[in-house]
């Protein structure tokens, strides 16, 4: 199993560019989410997701939309770059929801410039 | 929401000597406290976790401990070794969010 995949690893965006973080899971996860690392902030949750078609927004959703159409992807976009939206994003996915080990991905360094 | 504090956010030991980490968190609802290391440029690990109805838990150098009163739990390493340098987090959650603290970066010194 691969288990949860990010791409890309890096990437440059300039302000007001729109992107997509790609993430994957094989491990039949019904639960996903992103987080943000900024330092000295530790992880922040941006959105989750408790299964396909459902999505809702954690404690720091502006800027960024969600969608899962299937188990296994849940892509994270970036409507319009923002210099604060520069971070390290991990996708994490997990068996349940918040209670049960989380399974991070490797994580995506975004710069905005 | 909930609020999760850790301290200290740095703490360099000695190789062999004892570390622990404390958190403190504001929703009694709460009932799942995991905590996670992440080493310099990797994801974040699962380490130990311990649930609200449990006080203690062990795991070979590695123990929590829970006090749901106080609402404050805490990650004990005991003779630590160099490859215990890393950053730490706590983390709590009552259902659908796991909030996190703000991380100990754990210096081992030899």
């Known amino acids: 199993n691969a288990g949860v995949t990010q791409t890309p690893k890096f990437q440059v965006l300039k302000t007001g560019q729109s992107m997509t973080l790609q993430c994957a899971q094989d491990m039949n996860h019904e639960y996903m989410s992103w987080y943000r690392q900024d330092p000295g902030m530790g992880l922040r949750l941006i959105h989750y997701?408790?299964?396909?078609?459902?999505?809702d927004q954690g404690e720091v959703p502006n800027g960024y939309n969600v969608s899962r159409s299937t188990t296994e992807d849940f892509p994270l976009r970036l409507l319009s770059a923002a210099p604060s939206q520069t971070s390290v994003y991990f996708c994490?996915?997990?068996?349940?929801?918040?209670?049960?080990?989380?399974?991070f991905g490797p994580g995506t360094r975004l710069t905005v410039t | 929401g909930e609020n999760v504090e850790q301290h200290p956010s740095t703490l360099s030991v000695q190789e062999g000597d004892s570390a622990v980490i404390k958190c403190t968190y504001s929703?009694?609802?709460?009932?799942?406290f995991p905590w996670y290391k992440q080493e310099l440029g990797k994801r974040p690990q699962l380490i130990i976790d311990i649930r609200s109805n449990v006080g203690e838990k062990k795991d070979q150098r590695i123990a929590v401990t829970l006090n749901k009163t106080a609402k404050h739990f805490s990650l004990h390493i005991t003779e630590t070794q160099p490859e215990d340098s890393a950053v730490y987090f706590c983390a709590a959650s009552s259902a659908r969010q796991l909030t996190f603290g703000s991380g100990t970066q754990l210096t081992v010194l030899p």
């Open positions: 929703d009694s609802a709460s009932n799942y």
């Open positions: 997701s408790v299964g396909a078609g459902i999505t």
């Open positions: 994490a996915s997990s068996y349940g929801e918040g209670t049960y080990e989380q399974y």
